[in-house]
């Protein structure tokens, strides 16, 4: 893991505790990290906790595991969970808690990481928390913590939408003929060639495009089919149902996005019954 191999975190200095033996197993035997038989011990006396189970496991269980090693203000709850605000590890005795959205180039150490804290981190601990994370690829600190659920649909999902793409185009290559290993080859480095070259020009991504279409060319037909399939459109709804189901899972409003205006009111209906009960149950809020 980067975070050892860079010499970040020593990896004596490190404790695992995972649900399943195999994987604690496999952690120590690859990497030289300690492991422990509970929640509890593998918190003892840690300055860093390091939250990366699945959102639907951080049931009230969990949490109470948490806070029998009593972390108060002497751990840091560092998340890496998709969907969950950092009010929730409250629950597990945490007073310090950062939330972050990585992304899994990050275990090779090329990942994006966008990550905020509560106020109460001194300047010291947000340093060794960005060199944490640094550790992993490129890191982006938000002082508003709702940036955490864009991001989450940006680059926390985004290597999905790239490797969905890289997909579709070696399937074409193949198609047309290319065998796959070598179509896999100039789709992979087409893609890696084509970030870097992004990055090093810093050009707005619409003049690189226009820079290899020539007026009535290969790039300009297959550009207006992507454009006749409503290609950019397609990208953004999905984008956008990303960051939707960040914030259902989050317990926050996903009335957001193109079309979906919040509309409050009341109805009530009018019955032909003199009863004040039936004319009270006409009323409906709409949300």
Known sequence: HPLIEKGVQPANQVTVFDAVPQTMQHLAETYGVQTANSIPEAMADADLVLCAVK????????????RKANPADKSIMLSVIAGKPSEIYQQGGFSKIVRS???????????????????????????????????????MYVDDESYIDIATSIS?????????FMESMI??????????????????????????????????????????????????????????GR????????????????????????????????MTGKLQLSTDSDDENDEAEGHFELK
């Open 156 to 164: 926390g999902s985004g290597p999905a939408y790239v490797f969905f």
């Open 231 to 262: 290609f950019r459109t397609v990208i953004k709804d999905a984008m956008w149902a990303c960051y939707r189901r960040s914030l259902e899972m989050g317990n926050h409003d996903s009335n957001v996005g193109p079309g979906r205006h919040a």
């Open 171 to 228: 399937d074409a290559g193949v198609h047309m003929g290319f065998p796959r290993d070598k179509a896999a080859t100039l789709v992979y480095h087409t893609m890696l060639g084509s970030v870097l070259y992004a990055i090093e020009t810093g050009e707005h991504p619409a003049i690189l495009r226009n820079s290899v279409t020539s007026p009535n060319g290969t790039t300009a037909s297959a550009l207006y089919e992507l454009e006749n």
């Open 101 to 139: 959205m990585p992304n899994t180039p990050a275990t090779i150490g090329q990942g994006m990481t966008v990550w905020s804290c509560t106020p109460n981190l001194t300047a010291d601990e947000r340093k060794k928390i960005r060199l944490i994370l640094s550790s992993t690829g490129k890191s």
């Open 55 to 66: 959102p639907q496991n951080l049931t009230e269980q969990f949490f109470a595991e948490c």
